[in-house]
């Protein structure tokens, strides 16, 4: 089959679903096709490429694209065109994948359900009454509803892992500065990763390495070496591993079929020879409030930079009203409620009197959290723990309740914390709503080959 016909098929699937899906933020079938003609031309004229080319693609809508419109769907870029792809983009795009369009996302990436996108919510495929997860909801739910055979995310505090648990699909967390954040615009800074979505652990490993590698164009990018994910992929091989189960992440607070699920996976590892431990991780339980002051605080950094002069929106400029009144007025239209809420509050937790009590606390508690990762990687090879407390909630169950919607990522957080690998792979459904389960595996820094050999195995 030709790049064109693939394209074409999950054209129509999104056409046929996304009214009700609402995966995707923009889509533009002229386009992608035209990339996919470029394709069956590059193969026709002999270019060896490799195993993704003509294989389509759904890019969260957090990366630029050169020929598509990129709103991380807030107000404030709407209309914006970005003149260059993000490196994640441009990678994929020289590997020959083909672009189907931009999903929708809580916007700037803060959220744990798409509720927080400005142009409404998608929907779970399992469930149209349920969230997709977020804020990578869009990229899941297209995947799921099989509108696209993989997709993007950013993960910054578990929005590849906490989506891909609730839609039954495979999401990974590289490890921070494995892949690249150049053209990725950017949440917290310290923690953004690029990482894939797919349905099997196999795809999810091809998708990482092609976008992986070391970028110049990023101060934080990695330069070192790092073991074929794709080959542990294949391998699955557990025997004589030693896994270790997360002491603070069973229990109290965790939905019974979740739990039922996860110690199921965990014992299929100790079928598959694998060596079961309990581990404490006591810090792990500060992961949720030290997030919460240190993305924030990047974000409201971050944010700044939308002053209603170099991107998108602006509001009020009518000559009368000077530079500061308009910006003043774009961004309290621009911005929702979650970003204006996350932005006050890392404003302060940054403000002089302030900095040390909250900001500076945080930062102790991070180092904390990776010392307890260290400290766990010395008698196992492997952490896991369910990717979340609960299955898919109902839209509108958490909106209104922030703090609810946190504890969402509580067992994914310690990651991003920590910058350490760590991948959602599905172990089945809760006996309760019959919806999916994800298992967490997390593995020490540059240790990904190892998160997708485990993975392979669970698969
Ligand atoms: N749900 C978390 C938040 O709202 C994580 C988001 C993310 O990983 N981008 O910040």
């Known amino acids: 089959t030709s790049a064109v016909e693939v394209a074409q098929a999950h054209l129509d699937r999104i056409a046929a679903v996304d009214g009700q899906v609402k995966a995707f933020l923009h889509v533009d079938p002229d386009t992608t096709l035209e990339q996919a003609r470029g394709v069956d031309a590059r193969r026709a004229a002999g270019e060896e490429l490799g195993p993704l080319a003509g294989v389509p693609i759904a890019h969260k809508d957090v990366f630029t694209t050169k020929d598509m419109p990129t709103t991380a769907a807030s107000k404030i870029l709407e209309g914006w065109l970005p003149p260059y792809d993000a490196t994640v983009t441009a990678r994929l795009r020289a590997a020959g994948m083909v672009i189907l369009g931009k999903t929708n996302m809580d916007e700037f990436a803060m959220g744990s359900s798409t509720e927080n996108s400005a142009f409404g919510p998608s929907r779970n495929p399992w469930d149209l009454t349920r969230v997709p997860g977020g804020s990578s909801g869009g990229s899941s739910a297209a995947v799921a509803a099989y509108e696209a055979p993989l997709a993007t995310g950013t993960d910054t505090g578990g929005s590849i892992r906490q989506p891909a648990a609730v839609t039954g699909l495979i999401g990974m967390k590289p490890t921070y500065g494995g892949s690249s954040r150049y053209g990725l615009i950017a949440f917290a800074s310290s923690l953004d990763t690029p990482g894939p979505l797919a349905r099997t652990v196999l795809d999810a490993a091809l998708l990482q390495e092609a976008f992986s590698g070391h ?194 990522d509580l067992c994914t957080i310690p990651s991003n914390l920590a910058g350490n690998a760590a991948i959602s792979v599905p172990c089945g459904l809760a006996d309760e709503d019959g919806l999916p389960v994800g298992l967490q595996i997390m593995a020490p820094v540059l240790a990904d080959d190892r998160v997708y050999r485990v993975g392979a195995a669970v698969e």
């Open 215 to 408: 970028d110049p164009m990023d101060s934080t990018s990695i330069d070192e070496p790092v073991p074929s994910i794709v080959a542990a992929a294949r391998n699955g091989d557990v025997a004589g591993l030693r896994v270790g189960v997360v002491r603070e992440f069973d229990g109290e607070g965790y939905q019974p079929g979740v739990l039922a699920r996860f110690r199921e996976a965990v014992e299929l590892l100790e079928s598959l020879g694998a060596k079961v431990i309990e581990v404490s991780c006591p810090n792990f339980t500060y992961a949720l409030p030290a997030y919460y002051l240190i993305a924030p605080s990047e974000c409201s950094s971050n944010l700044a930079r939308f002053d209603a002069m170099r991107y998108g929106l602006r509001v009020g400029d009518d000559g009368t009203r000077s530079a500061e009144e308009v910006m003043a007025l774009t961004r309290a239209e621009g911005f929702g409620a979650e970003v204006k809420r996350r932005m006050m509050l890392g404003t302060y937790a940054l403000s002089s009197g302030y900095y040390d009590a909250y900001y500076g606390k945080a930062q102790q508690v991070r180092t904390l959290i990776a010392r307890d990762f260290d400290a766990a990687f010395e008698q196992v090879d492997v952490l896991v723990s369910p990717t979340t407390p609960t299955s898919a909630f109902e839209l509108g169950e958490r909106a209104d309740d922030p703090v609810a919607m946190y504890l969402a």
